[in-house]
């Protein structure tokens, strides 16, 4: 499975971004799918998740209420709608995606995500 991020760039403090993720393969409807940001100087961090049907999403407390995670099984594709950015955003935005096969389940933890995408980097200015 390849995952290639899109989407990214500099966005003043309020705006919004959309990132994408396009997954190669003919089996993405049986992937849970993750996004994660990793700062400067800090540990990866979950941002959101969804099940591979759609039906179950997860989403940090700091990101609540701002970003979705809405995904196009058809495009295999998966997005993160992210409204009123803030400075502490920043970071650079990876993709995951979790092969086991596991229905109504979309982790929040990295590990249990099997492949990543290359990190697109969003940056918010004050």
């Known amino acids: 499975v390849q995952l290639v991020e899109s989407g990214g760039g500099l966005v003043q403090a309020g705006g919004s971004l959309r990132l994408s993720c396009a997954a190669s393969g003919r089996t993405f409807s049986t992937y849970a799918m993750g996004w994660f940001r990793q700062a400067l100087g800090k540990e990866r961090e979950f941002v959101a998740s969804i099940s591979r049907s759609g039906g179950i999403t997860y989403y940090a407390d700091s990101v609540k209420g701002r970003f979705t995670i809405p995904r196009d099984n058809a495009k295999n594709t998966v997005y993160l709608q992210m409204n009123s950015l803030k400075p502490e955003d920043t970071a650079v935005y990876y993709c995951?995606?979790?092969?086991?096969?596991?229905?109504?389940?979309?982790?929040?933890?990295?590990?249990?995500?099997?492949?990543w995408g290359q990190g697109t980097q969003v940056t918010v200015s004050s």
């Open positions: 995951a995606a979790d092969d086991s096969g596991r229905a109504y389940y979309a982790s929040r933890t990295a590990y249990e995500y099997n492949y």
